[in-house]
């Protein structure tokens, strides 16, 4: 019998059109699902009808029929699927809700009334599958993006719930995480639906996947079918991105220099100690390294968001800013406005950036109506607009599909040869990078600079 089943849903957000239409699929208890497709294609919509939050949380236009565990979502309140169901969403950043780590975990377990003697058990097993015990006393304000995600996998996992609904669960996570996370959604033995742009690692763990476009489902078909399917008609999303082989070919002014850098946060230990490093023009500097190393630390130290405790911080030329959480920085009512900000609401400027990224349609939407793959790419058109000296990213490819991260790839190699420095903070070692530093969380030193990890 099914554990859940879509038939011929159609549905569209209000004043939008359809984000869904005419899906029919079926779930089985115990099987695991990839969810693929481009940025806006429907799967967050796909993934909120499974759990009931449409049409009820979001309101709009819902034809067809969604049935969860024998009760009809049209019906049946997101509230009544708690336990059964649950989900873990893009930007982990709008789903916490207390203020400590332990508590946020034991939160949806108070909620569903578990019997006391079992919560706390039951959320040190969670946090323990996703490498995050040691996280249990932090304050979920002081967590890293990908920390936070841990975080929010493990209030997930605590539930035990019969269905797992994942959105983009490991785009924050560093490798051994992801890894460490999905081995513990397999033993899970849960109906999961994991919605991934990193194809290869959700092929992995699937037996199944769906491809979603235009919120169409084009795919329904056992992984090794899906395979051939994209390989013949979806080929990036098989074919990794091609990272730079050479250095500059131009000699290499310094247009960032850390020489001797610490900092910690007040009353907390140190982040980062005796860091040095330097990024020239026409280079593309990648920073990788375990959740919580500091990484976005020195990107904001880069930009000048933050003073060192000692050592300097050098910038030659004006720096440029992409935070981990982009959505929580908008502040215009379009996309074209949101874009224009930073050249003194030059439009044209705007346009031409949001067409760069594929976003030349979406000017007159507003920014919180886009995808969170899209609202990543917004960010982006709105930072580069104003061609900084240094342009420093972190995590950049959060949400973006194979084709739209192979084509920012392309755009940062055309970016750095124009004389313009790149600093990136990424798990992504398909970005390309004419350089890879790591950070270790153990020593929060970085290697000398210069010190190549991978090119």
């Known amino acids: 019998m099914a554990l859940a089943c879509l038939e011929r849903l159609t549905y569209a957000y209000p004043g939008a059109p359809p984000a869904l239409q005419d899906v029919t699929l079926t779930l089985a208890p115990g099987e695991v699902v990839a969810l693929l497709g481009p940025s806006g294609s429907g799967k967050s919509t ?94 979920t304000v002081e ?11 493990a209030s997930a996992l605590a539930l035990e719930p019969r269905l797992l609904l ?13 890894a460490l996370f999905l081995a513990a959604v397999e033993r899970l033995g849960a109906t999961v639906v994991l919605s991934e742009q990193r194809v290869g690692r959700a092929l992995e763990l699937a037996t199944r996947a769906l491809f979603v476009e235009d919120g169409r489902l084009l795919l329904d078909a056992p992984t090794p079918d899906a395979h051939e399917w994209l390989a013949a008609n979806r080929p990036s999303w098989t074919s990794p991105s091609v990272v730079p082989t050479q250095s500059p070919t131009r000699p290499s002014e310094t247009v960032l220099a850390l020489r001797g850098v610490a900092f910690g946060y007040r009353g907390g230990p140190a982040v980062l ?21 500091g990484k976005t630390t020195l990107a904001k130290l880069a930009a000048g968001l933050l003073e060192p405790n000692s050592g300097s911080v050098l910038c030659l030329g004006r720096a440029g800013y992409l935070s981990q959480d982009p959505g929580r920085y908008v502040v215009c009512e379009t996309a074209l406005a949101e874009v224009a900000l930073a050249v003194h609401g030059d439009e044209a400027r705007a346009h031409s950036a949001l067409a760069r990224f594929g976003l030349g349609w979406a000017c007159a939407r507003h920014p919180r109506d886009l995808s969170s793959g899209e609202r ?23 949400g973006l599909d194979p084709h739209r991260k192979l084509e920012l790839g392309r755009w940062l190699e055309d970016y750095a040869a124009a004389g313009h420095a790149v600093l990136v903070a990424t798990h992504d070692h398909e970005l390309p990078a004419h350089r890879r530093i790591g950070l270790s969380v153990e020593t929060t030193q970085a290697p000398l600079a210069g010190e190549l990890v991978a090119v």
């Not at 990543?376 to 959060?398: F, G, K, M, N, W």
Request: aromatic content about 4%; hydrophobic content about 45%.
């Open 46 to 139: 796909l993934l909120r009808a499974l759990s009931g939050l449409v049409p009820h949380f979001h309101g709009g236009r819902f034809a067809g029929r969604a049935v969860v565990a024998g009760l009809d979502t049209r019906r049946a309140r997101p509230a009544e699927l708690a336990g059964t169901v649950a989900t873990v969403f893009q930007d982990p950043e709008d789903q916490v809700v207390m203020t400590i780590v332990a508590n946020e975990v034991a939160f949806g377990l108070e909620n569903l009334g578990t019997p006391p003697a079992e919560i706390w058990p039951r959320v040190e097993r969670a946090l323990a599958s996703v490498d995050a015990l040691h996280l249990w006393g932090r304050k």
């Open 376 to 398: 990543e790419r917004l960010a982006i058109a709105a930072v580069a607009v104003a061609e900084p000296d240094l342009l420093v990213l972190d995590e950049p490819t959060r």
């Open 143 to 153: 967590l890293s993006g990908g920390e936070l995600q841990r975080v929010c996998l």
């Open 273 to 293: 100690d005796r860091v040095d490093l330097s990024v020239g023009r026409g280079e593309i500097v990648a920073l990788s390294g375990r959740n919580g190393s």
């Open 166 to 178: 994942l959105d983009e669960p490991t785009s924050q996570l560093d490798p051994d995480a992801a």
